[in-house]
Nanobody, 115 residues
Framework: QVQLVESGGGLVQAGGSLRLSCAAS????????MDWYRQAPGKQRELVAT???????NYADSVKGRFTISRDNAVRTVYLQMNSLKPEDTAVYSC?????????WGQGTQVTVSS
């Protein structure tokens, strides 16, 4: 069992920055992959960024050059640094954890970018 808790969301003006955190607890097995997703009202959930335990990362085209995903394995946390935020980045952001143990989701955190 893996538990994920996101934090760091909030209201920010366009052009601003936020850093989201996803803290994992429980049985953290490797190899694993952790992702950040987002879902805006009336839209499908979108994969934003991926981080593997091997050190690979990947980003959606819509956030490349603005968002950075990183890990701190010592505290079992994955981060999403979001810079140059745009109103279209407004969404509920959720993290997930995937490994041979299973697939787990956090509860999500709201990010609102005002114009």
């Amino acid at each position: 069992q893996v538990q994920l808790v996101e934090s760091g969301g909030g209201l920010v003006q366009a052009g601003g920055s936020l850093r989201l955190s996803c803290a994992a607890s429980g049985i953290i097995s490797s190899p694993n992959t952790m992702d950040w997703y987002r879902q805006a009202p009336g839209k499908q959930r979108e994969l934003v960024a991926t981080s593997t335990s091997a050190g690979d990362t990947n980003y959606a085209d819509s956030v490349k050059g603005r968002f950075t995903i990183s890990r701190d394995n010592a505290v079992r946390t994955v981060y999403l640094q979001m810079n140059s935020l745009k109103p279209e980045d407004t969404a509920v952001y959720s993290c997930d954890f995937r490994s041979a143990v299973g697939h787990y989701w956090g509860q999500g955190t709201q990010v609102t970018v005002s114009s």
